[in-house]
């Protein structure tokens, strides 16, 4: 699979681009020749980003915006701010996400930390940028993970009030992360919106992922980050950022890439390897149980899909 075009004239937003696949990402957007929006919480990583892929392409045309995915104030000022900018978005990868903290953290809304940011923030982004992404006729790539597998939609605890298991959260959010893009897919097609919507996992690839969210609401350091550490220069099951962020680029780039489908690494146990499609998920095959996830996260979101 080819996985990388030429996006001269091209408007491409991805979420957390200020580190690991993110600004992988966002280097090769902008090598291609697209204009690349970096929406990020934190404007000194944000900054350090933008220099990073200037570096490696002079003349990249990149910059900042604010958004913090836990908020949806945040979330909505973004789209009030590209929304009165008017520009048609050609690509939305939706790539921010945090795993595992140890103890339950909620979003500024109250939400579950997990599902709040990974799959409730990027659905309220998607529907206020949904009249620029129809302009645009844009690709939209959502990033879910392997663990979707494993998941379940819990509809009695959706935010984990009752009982918090960091795993399960993850991989509920996750899951509905696959179930949006391929509701979002459905949707888009139905209504006629001109959106082309899939997914993609990165395997699993060494970022600041396994740190991040581990590390929350522990006194120390989990040992996550350094197992992986050792995987990785073992060669075994671990993947670097180059490498792992290929199925994302592919799908939100490649020109055989498909809406409604699903592309990660083509290795043992989808740990490692090239960009590949994927089956789907069996969690994640209910159509019925997506269309009612987009119910619910447009009322958790505040946001509807209005006809554009």
């Not at 075994?236 to 055989?256: D, F, S």
Request: a neutral charge.
């Amino acid at each position: 699979m080819r996985n990388t075009v030429d996006l001269t004239g091209r408007l491409a937003v991805v979420t957390g681009a200020s580190s690991g696949v993110g600004l992988g990402l966002a280097t090769r957007l902008a090598a291609a020749g697209a204009e690349v929006l970096l929406p990020v919480r934190d404007e000194a990583k944000g900054n350090a980003a933008l220099s990073r892929i200037r570096a490696e392409s002079p003349g990249a045309d990149v910059s900042l915006r604010e958004l913090d995915l836990a908020s949806l104030k945040s979330v909505h000022a973004l789209g009030d701010t590209l929304n009165a900018e008017g520009r048609p978005i050609h690509i939305l990868i939706n790539n921010a996400g945090l795993m595992t903290p140890a103890t339950r953290h909620a979003t500024a809304d109250g939400l579950e930390l997990q599902f709040g940011t990974n799959h409730i923030g990027h659905f309220a982004l998607t529907g206020r940028l949904l009249a620029l992404l129809s302009a645009g006729a844009a690709r939209v790539t959502t990033m879910t993970s392997s663990a979707a597998r494993h998941a379940g939609l819990n509809w009695e605890d959706l935010q984990s009030e009752r009982a918090y298991a960091p795993v399960r959260a993850y991989n509920q959010s996750k899951l509905a992360n696959l179930m949006f893009a391929l509701e979002l897919d459905r949707r888009s097609r139905a209504a006629g919106w001109g959106i082309v919507s899939n997914a993609a996992h990165p395997g699993t690839t060494l970022t600041g992922l396994y740190a991040a969210g581990p590390n929350l609401g522990r006194d120390k350091p989990a040992r996550l980050e350094a197992v992986m550490r050792r995987l990785a220069s073992w060669g075994v099951l671990v993947q670097g950022v180059e490498r792992g962020l290929l199925p994302a680029l592919y799908a939100a780039t490649g020109p055989e890439a498909q809406g409604g489908h699903l592309y990660g690494p083509d290795g043992f146990g989808q740990f490692t390897g090239g960009p590949a499609e994927l089956d789907l998920y069996r969690p994640a095959r209910d159509d019925a149980a997506a269309a009612r996830l987009w119910d619910v996260s447009q009322r958790l979101a505040g946001v509807e899909f209005a006809a554009v």
